[in-house]
């Protein structure tokens, strides 16, 4: 089994595993060898689980501006884990594939292969919640079909993406593409770049 198909198996275990309480504070343990890349996929997918129910939580008509406050804190610090954690992945990427002889006319991706994992990890979540949506039982028939054949583009696509990503791994290997490992500048994370930050000094 190729590296994306890999993936798609861990993805839609976590996904399973954290649907088991539904609970945005449950704490979990990895299941996975402690410096392995399936570890590192792991929280990966963790977090935007996580995210993805906080961003449900933060959309309530009801929420009191408090609390919301404090959920879009969470938010933001959840996306600097998650943008990390890709880094993270990409680093081993770039380690595994360090001794490859890049050929003369070998190309860049428009994307490095984390990245394109990371839309693998939001897809699992994408059919979790739609093959969810086209299984209810308390909404009506034009709800199911328009859910469905959301589905089934969302399955098509994750076919697609799998199928390139285990390409480009591919084409890494043999030398035809190389990639670099473009660090996420986010000058709102940091207090020395956000100017409502370092104004208040």
């Known amino acids: 089994m190729k590296f994306a198909e890999k993936c798609n198996e861990l993805f839609d275990a976590t ?17 996975y060898e402690n410096g392995s890349i399936e570890a590192d996929l792991f929280v990966k997918n963790w977090i935007d689980t996580v995210q993805w129910h ?14 919301a406050l404090a959920l879009k804190r969470r938010i933001d610090k959840s996306n600097q884990d998650r943008t990390d954690l890709v ?14 002889k890049v050929l003369d006319d070998a190309t860049i991706n428009t994307e490095s292969p ?3 994992v990371d839309r693998l990890s939001i897809l699992a979540l994408k059919i979790y919640h739609m093959r969810e949506q086209a299984s209810r039982t308390d909404v009506d ?24 990503i285990d390409q480009l791994l591919d084409d890494i290997a043999a030398g035809r593409k ?10 709102y994370n940091d207090p020395a770049t956000n100017p409502v930050l370092y104004g208040k000094k």
């Open 15 to 31: 996904v399973a595993l954290y649907h088991q309480t539904d609970d945005v504070d449950a704490k979990v343990t990895n299941p």
């Open 54 to 67: 906080l961003e449900d939580i933060i959309r309530d008509p009801e929420i009191d501006p408090k609390d």
């Open 87 to 100: 880094e993270e992945i990409d680093t081993y990427f770039r380690e595994k594939f360090a001794d490859v």
């Open 114 to 116: 984390a990245w394109a």
């Open 178 to 187: 190389f990639m670099k490992v473009y660090r996420q500048m986010k000058l």
């Open 141 to 164: 028939d034009e709800h199911l079909q328009r859910c469905n054949a959301k589905l089934a583009v969302l399955l098509e696509q994750r076919v697609d993406l799998t199928t390139a």
